[in-house]
Nanobody, 117 residues
Framework: QVQVMESGGGLVQPGGSLRLSCAAS????????MGWYRQAPGKERELVAT???????NYAESVKGRFTISREIAKNRVYLQMSSLKPEDTAVYYC???????????WGKGTLVTVSS
């Protein structure tokens, strides 16, 4: 069973920055896809950003220009740099790793980000 663990959440003021980190217990290959998702209270989980093996990225419209996803293959890690945070960014942020060869997705348990003054 692949373990996925997020870290870096916390309380930040509006306009502030935060960096989330996600680590996988198994090697992340060049064809695998990593993504960040979030779920706000009373809302469905939504895509925030994804990154492919070729470093192609995709962002939700609501975070474009403010968030940056990146990956460090050698350390089996993916990151989410969040800037200009807004109260509506408050949510539990989840990391998902899609291992394409085996067709399996693995989720972390999430890390809470609260944007409030």
């Amino acid at each position: 069973q692949v373990q996925v663990m997020e870290s870096g959440g916390g309380l930040v003021q509006p306009g502030g920055s935060l960096r989330l980190s996600c680590a996988a217990s198994e090697r992340i290959g060049s064809i695998d896809v990593m993504g960040w998702y979030r779920q706000a209270p009373g809302k469905e989980r939504e895509l925030v950003a994804t990154i492919t093996g070729g470093s192609s990225t995709n962002y939700a419209e609501s975070v474009k220009g403010r968030f940056t996803i990146s990956r460090e293959i050698a350390k089996n890690r993916v990151y989410l740099q969040m800037s200009s945070l807004k109260p509506e960014d408050t949510a539990v942020y989840y990391c998902k790793i899609s291992y394409r060869l085996v067709g399996m997705d693995y989720w972390g348990k999430g890390t809470l980000v609260t944007v409030s003054s």
